[in-house]
């Protein structure tokens, strides 16, 4: 294999270490939606922004990588492109890296779907209950009228156990 083509190579395989890393917090983020942990939503969220900020680096320097490799002779703007270019056992080992990466990129866009589907639902319902004490408070039959003036005299709550 030539020296660019494995230099790529190694680039891809970084690349796709730390997709591998977004997808594992991102099925560790499912979790944390439906435990409903904020905190820990948040400490996760700004991991993948490094993560994020890591993919931009590592596409640079891919993106230089196959600008070498045009220089060499291999005139490609992009991995399907240079499998045209290569031996059998380097396409090989490309492509399977390149299948790897987008496997990997389709599950995680799953699972962010995924995700946003649990968090619309945890909207909803939170929406759905803030209606609900509006209504108890402020409806017909509610404490407060619309002048925001207490209907009731007493309440249930204030007489002895």
């Known amino acids: 294999?030539?020296?660019?083509?494995?230099?790529?190579?190694?680039?891809?395989?970084?690349?796709?270490?730390?997709?591998?890393?977004?997808?594992?917090?991102?099925?560790?983020?499912?979790?944390?939606?439906?435990?409903?942990?904020?905190?820990e939503l948040e400490k996760i969220t700004e991991m993948e922004m490094g993560f994020i900020s890591k993919i931009e680096e590592i596409d640079i320097k891919r993106q230089e990588e196959l600008e070498n490799l045009k220089l060499l002779g291999f005139n490609a703007e992009n991995i399907s492109d240079l499998l045209k270019f290569t031996e059998e056992e380097d396409s090989e080992l490309l492509k399977k890296t390149r299948d790897e990466m987008v496997s990997v990129i389709e599950r995680i866009r799953e699972r962010n779907r995924l995700n946003s589907e649990l968090i619309m639902q945890s909207l909803e319902f939170i929406n759905y209950y803030i209606n609900l004490m509006v209504n108890a408070l402020y409806g017909p039959t509610g404490i407060y009228g619309k002048n925001g003036i207490s209907r009731m005299e007493s309440s249930i709550l204030d007489t002895k156990v």
């Open 1 to 39: 294999m030539r020296e660019g083509l494995k230099k790529l190579l190694s680039i891809l395989q970084e690349e796709l270490m730390v997709y591998r890393k977004i997808l594992s917090l991102a099925e560790e983020k499912t979790d944390v939606i439906i435990k409903g942990n904020v905190e």
